[in-house]
């Protein structure tokens, strides 16, 4: 085939032109013939709708398609060049107005928000494909799971019973990643929603009936999903889980970081009872600390795989760069029927308080909970981390017994503003926090500020009996405003002098039978007065 024959053809290719009689007689047969099915296919996709997109179009290109002839005509001395620069402008102007209007219509409530982000999530999918852009740049930056628990949906009619949407929204996290990438903390404290919606005791397991235990099974498995599928979390800096047996074996914990790198805050209170073979070794530990270069808090509560070794492997790692360190009831155990008998139980040394006053210096806050430490150990810690302000020593059966604890840390932590002691376990011996060593402490404090209105702010003393109207009265009196206790009746006897200068009884919420500072559960306690 010539040249000109070829460019002839071409032409008509792309202008649609029939083939009449007088063309085709025009080629000779076995140019028609080699081309025949070319021209045969373009007068079949003739027939298709004109202005019909080729292709699934991004909102760029539908605006520019539709507001191109405007922008040129208004602009009539602008070259093509110009003009798409206009129209790409003007674009960008349109994104910035829907995201104003987006946000000045999306719920104040943050609970409600990320429902209203579901439905603009839809919108985005059959009208502006870059939609989820915009809502991205205001969603909420924080979960708490157990809002959802007994959620109002939004236009709920009056009387509408709420419901359960924990799974469902978890679900819808874990497929729609432009919800999360820019969430910065998650929480899920079961126990704390619970404490919000009855007086009764608390209970352990997510499920309230007994036939809810398919959904607690759904609800842990997306959670589990959440925290371990690779760059799912990518901004996230605080994750607080207690409750729930989330993490079973080590290969579920190991995966965190890769699931959340940028994590500053970790509060893991969600542990089943690892079998040996699948236990979190300290090389193990020490390694997932290595992915998370970022770290300045780490809560470890009711572990039963965690031992001393595990706290000598990763103070190197990350002990310069903490300024939270928890280890709450942590024991170590390889069977649940030692836990049971109450044998074969390891727990925390002064092996690992050692190990911590050699390896941090910036401790603001320290509990070490139900352990075998004394003040040896103690001691060493205190004298490390001067700034420590929240100090939780309860269940610690060998401080008990002892009139110095007091003076160690009334000498060494002279801003403390809050301490605990609760007594949890019973004991023959009289405990450390008693009227006589809190009276000495609010005596030091207030000798070391030169104030009658100490440092000290909160006294934490569930279940410890020890701890009476003498003392709180004088600890109320020189500023004390909150109080951790169940005794009602100790409240009510408290109550004048707590009217009068203003302080609340509280008691914490927490699964784990003891406050946590480096979960938001410690946000949630309730008011008792």
Known sequence: MNDDLASKLGVMIKSNDAITPRKKKAWDDEDFELFGKMMKKKRVNASKDSIAPKRNSSSHSHYKRCNHKL???ANPSADNHQIMRLVASKFKELDEVVTTIVEFSMPRNAVHAWEWMGVLG???KAVLNNLHKNVAKIAPTQVTLDDFKRYNRLGARDGEEPNDVREGFLKSLNECDWKRKNLKEFHFNYAASEERNNDDSVSSDISDEEGDEKDSKSILK????LITTPGSLPSLEWLDIIGGEVIKDYETFRLIPAAAPALQQLCLGCFGTIRPQDTITPQGLKQLFQGLPNIKSVSFGHTNWLRDDHVLAIMPVIGGKLNRFELISCIGFDDEEDWDDGHNLEYLQNASLFAIAKHCKKLESFAIVESSVDLVGLVEVFKANP??????LSDNGNLNGREDVIGVISSNLPSLRELRGYQVEATNERHWLNDDSLIALIS???????????????????????VTERALTQAIQMGVTVLETTNSVLIQQLKPQMILHGANAMRSP???QHSVDGSK?????????
């Open 510 to 512: 927490s699964l784990m």
């Open 71 to 73: 922008v040129t005509e």
């Open 521 to 529: 559960d410690k946000e949630a306690a309730v008011m008792i007065m």
């Open 387 to 392: 700034n420590i302000t929240t100090l939780n």
């Open 444 to 466: 030091a404090q207030a000798v070391n500020s030169g104030s009658s209105n100490i440092p000290l702010k909160l006294i934490g003393f569930v279940g410890n009996e020890a």
């Open 222 to 225: 997306q959670l589990h999903t």
């Open 122 to 124: 839809q919108v985005s």
